[in-house]
């Protein structure tokens, strides 16, 4: 099995681990909402990447000294930890950037594309609210002066997901 795996390039074993965590976790809004309901769902949902954002932003931004004094900054660093832990199919576009706001806009998002793929109904998808608390927690972790919000969503019909992070001096 080694020899199978070594010829395998990392790329590609990155892409397949991420696409498989992403469908897992996706597949589970059908299964468990009719078990435990939505709310309780939900509440799961923000624990789970709630509770990833706050320890990988500060691990990643220590293990790669990612320098985060502003909006510009966490931004990186986001995308750097969103990229790691969701591998390397998003497609974004910045709208804003300055050292107090960041705007971007994302066109490909991984778990819309399992969500799609999955055929997971609207009311089973853990995006927007996960994202949400993901970046929340995330950012808190690092300065509490950041605040993140997404104002579109493409489970909720946007064309886009949009991701704000500010810079409260």
Not at 89 to 116: G, I
Not at 160 to 168: D, L
């Amino acid at each position: 099995m080694a020899e199978i795996l070594e010829k395998i390039p990392c790329e590609t074993k990155w892409k397949i681990t991420a696409q498989t965590l992403t469908g897992a976790f996706t597949a589970l809004g059908p299964i468990l909402i009719p078990i435990v309901g939505k709310e309780k769902w939900q509440e799961i949902t923000d624990n789970i990447f709630g509770g990833g954002g706050k320890m990988a932003f500060p691990q990643i931004k220590e293990a790669f000294n990612i320098p985060v004094e502003d909006a510009i900054g966490a931004y990186k660093l986001y995308q750097t930890v969103a990229q790691l832990q969701m591998g390397p199919e998003s497609e974004f576009e910045y709208v804003e950037e300055t050292p107090e706001r960041v705007v971007v806009r994302y066109t490909k998002c991984p778990w819309w594309e399992r969500a799609k793929e999955l055929g997971v109904k609207p009311e089973f998808r853990i995006c927007p609210d996960g994202h949400q608390a993901w970046g929340d927690e995330g950012l808190k972790a690092i300065n509490p002066k950041f605040t993140h919000k997404v104002t579109k969503a493409m489970p909720k019909g946007d064309p886009y997901c949009e991701v704000i992070i500010e810079f409260k001096k």
